[in-house]
């Protein structure tokens, strides 16, 4: 088996030149684990020192992994530093704060007044929150039509 801790002058300096990631569902704790990974990969330098997760083009979701890879794809295009999407979800997703915000809303007539496309229900309680809590009204759209030095294609 070949040492790969060796320095070797046929090795690449950087291996890991695009890197793809796939986050699969599973609500908060889907969310939590693509937070946990997005957060050790700056940790991880090449020997060209950058880090893995600038090396990160492309990432792929479904369901709770998505609140994690969405969150990360709107803060890397607003040019946002990695704390500040750290932060937002970890503090949001910590405890029963986001629940308590869902149940807030659900409760709250006027936010079911001025959005009649929805029934009040917990499930569309819950996409409000994400919408307005996590997500702060922005859309997806916005991501393809962004000028943003972001690593992400």
Same mark, same amino acid.
């Given at each position: @088996?070949?040492?790969?801790?060796?320095?070797?002058?046929? #090795?690449? =300096?950087?291996?890991?030149?695009? *890197?793809? $990631?796939?986050?699969?569902?599973? /609500?908060?704790?889907?969310?939590?684990?693509? +937070?946990?990974? +997005?957060?050790?990969?700056?940790?991880?330098?090449?020997? !060209?020192?950058?880090?893995?997760? =600038?090396?990160?083009?492309? *990432?792929?979701?479904?369901? /709770?992994?998505?609140?994690?890879?969405? @969150?990360?794809?709107?803060?890397?295009?607003?040019?946002?530093?990695? /704390?500040?999407?750290?932060?937002?979800?970890?503090?949001? @997703?910590?405890?029963?704060? +986001?629940?308590? !915000?869902?149940?807030?809303?659900? !409760?709250?007539?006027?936010?079911?007044?001025? #959005?009649?496309?929805?029934?009040?229900?917990? *499930?569309?309680?819950?996409? +409000?929150?994400?919408?307005? *809590? $996590?997500?702060?009204?922005? $859309?997806?759209?916005?991501?393809?039509?962004?000028?943003?030095?972001?690593?992400? =294609?």
């Amino acid at each position: @088996m070949k040492n790969l801790s060796i320095k070797e002058p046929d #090795r690449e =300096e950087t291996p890991f030149g695009h *890197i793809a $990631l796939a986050f699969s569902g599973g /609500g908060s704790r889907a969310s939590s684990f693509g +937070l946990g990974v +997005l957060s050790y990969l700056p940790q991880l330098q090449q020997e !060209n020192q950058t880090s893995l997760l =600038e090396n990160v083009t492309f *990432i792929s979701s479904a369901s /709770g992994g998505t609140i994690a890879n969405a @969150m990360y794809a709107q803060n890397s295009v607003a040019g946002k530093p990695f /704390g500040e999407f750290y932060k937002n979800l970890f503090e949001n @997703m910590q405890g029963t704060v +986001l629940l308590d !915000n869902v149940f807030k809303i659900l !409760n709250e007539d006027s936010v079911w007044e001025n #959005r009649p496309d929805k029934k009040r229900n917990l *499930i569309n309680a819950f996409a +409000l929150a994400y919408d307005s *809590i $996590l997500f702060k009204g922005s $859309l997806l759209g916005k991501l393809y039509s962004s000028d943003s030095p972001s690593h992400l =294609e």
